[in-house]
């Protein structure tokens, strides 16, 4: 059974040196796709190169990460919305709203956010939404744009019970699952015992995120195996039902049909 990341910035620096052998590693542990989310108008040119060195492995998003956001954010726009029909594309983001580091620009975090929201909608494609301190936010963004002609996922959920609730009340998102769930303390196991099944897809977040026995380390779409064994655990599911499960949650959010 095959795995995808839907979520790994494999095209940062800290991947340059050894790629060829990070993307073995993936495929030999079942991981079949990797999506790259862009982080900023700075990052497209690496984010190209990288998905053309693996056009059969890896997937993009594009879009600008809510703490890339200038007060320029338009023009930031402007540039990215161009590239957005690169036939690699697969969806918008990463974006949403940060409000953990710095909360001096979250008015234009909104409207940035705002503004590729509707680009999902014009485009119809699914949106990949970073909301760290955002939940509310974030929420109060898509429901303002549109709930019902959004889809998308909440990358890196770590949140309540009550936040998980809200986002799957808006029907067409599901939560992105990543290293977190292994960490001790993350209470996301009591969390996501009853999430529905088709709620959920996996994701690294590479290189960030890895999970215990990597923690701390750089992470890597291999380990997202760790996540797998977690999950079923979690769900007392086999582990070979996870990957399905999950596998095609993702391939249904983001219309990948080049799997084989």
Same mark, same amino acid.
């Given at each position: 059974?095959?795995? &995808?990341?839907?979520?790994?910035?494999?095209?940062?620096?800290?991947? +340059?040196?050894?790629?060829?052998?990070?993307?073995?590693?993936?495929?030999?542990?079942?991981?079949?796709? #990797?999506?790259?989310? $862009?982080?900023?108008?700075? @990052?497209?040119?690496?984010?190209?190169?990288?998905?053309?060195?693996?056009?059969?492995?890896?997937? @993009?998003?594009?879009?600008?990460?809510?703490?890339?956001?200038?007060?320029?954010?338009?023009?930031?726009?402007?540039?990215?919305?161009?590239?957005?029909?690169?036939?690699? +594309?697969?969806?918008?983001?990463?974006?949403?709203?940060?409000?953990?580091?710095?909360?001096?620009?979250?008015?234009?975090?909104? +409207?940035?956010?705002?503004?590729?929201?509707?680009?999902?909608?014009?485009?119809?494609?699914?949106?990949?939404?970073?909301?760290?301190?955002?939940? $509310?936010?974030?929420?109060?963004?898509?429901?303002?744009?549109?709930?019902?002609?959004?889809?998308?996922?909440?990358?890196?959920?770590?949140?309540?019970?009550?936040?998980?609730?809200?986002?799957?009340?808006?029907?067409?998102?599901?939560?992105?699952?990543?290293?977190?769930?292994?960490?001790?303390?993350?209470?996301?196991?009591? @969390?996501?015992?009853?999430?529905?099944?088709?709620?959920?897809?996996?994701?690294?977040?590479?290189?960030?995120? #890895?999970?215990?026995?990597?923690?701390?380390?750089?992470?890597?779409?291999?380990?997202?195996?760790?996540?797998?064994?977690?999950?079923?655990? &979690?769900?007392?599911?086999?582990? $070979?039902?996870?990957?399905?499960?999950? @596998?095609?949650?993702?391939?249904?959010?983001?219309?990948?049909?080049?799997?084989?």
């Amino acid at each position: 059974m095959t795995l &995808i990341d839907t979520h790994a910035h494999l095209y940062v620096d800290e991947f +340059c040196e050894d790629l060829d052998q990070v993307v073995m590693r993936a495929q030999q542990a079942g991981v079949a796709k #990797a999506i790259l989310p $862009n982080i900023d108008e700075t @990052t497209i040119t690496a984010l190209r190169a990288t998905s053309a060195r693996y056009p059969d492995f890896f997937h @993009t998003l594009l879009g600008l990460h809510p703490t890339s956001v200038r007060k320029d954010w338009r023009q930031q726009l402007d540039i990215i919305y161009k590239e957005l029909d690169d036939n690699r +594309c697969v969806g918008i983001g990463e974006v949403g709203v940060d409000l953990y580091w710095d909360t001096s620009l979250r008015d234009e975090q909104l +409207c940035a956010f705002e503004e590729q929201l509707k680009w999902s909608i014009e485009k119809d494609m699914p949106i990949a939404i970073h909301f760290r301190n955002a939940t $509310n936010e974030a929420i109060n963004s898509i429901k303002r744009v549109g709930d019902k002609s959004l889809r998308g996922v909440f990358h890196s959920f770590g949140g309540s019970k009550d936040e998980l609730e809200a986002i799957l009340a808006l029907k067409n998102f599901l939560v992105g699952i990543n290293g977190v769930v292994t960490f001790k303390n993350s209470g996301l196991s009591e @969390t996501l015992m009853h999430c529905p099944r088709e709620k959920v897809i996996l994701e690294t977040d590479a290189p960030y995120l #890895a999970p215990v026995p990597y923690r701390g380390k750089r992470n890597e779409s291999s380990y997202l195996s760790f996540v797998v064994k977690k999950l079923a655990e &979690i769900w007392q599911e086999s582990e $070979n039902n996870v990957m399905q499960i999950t @596998t095609r949650n993702a391939l249904r959010l983001f219309d990948i049909r080049d799997i084989s």
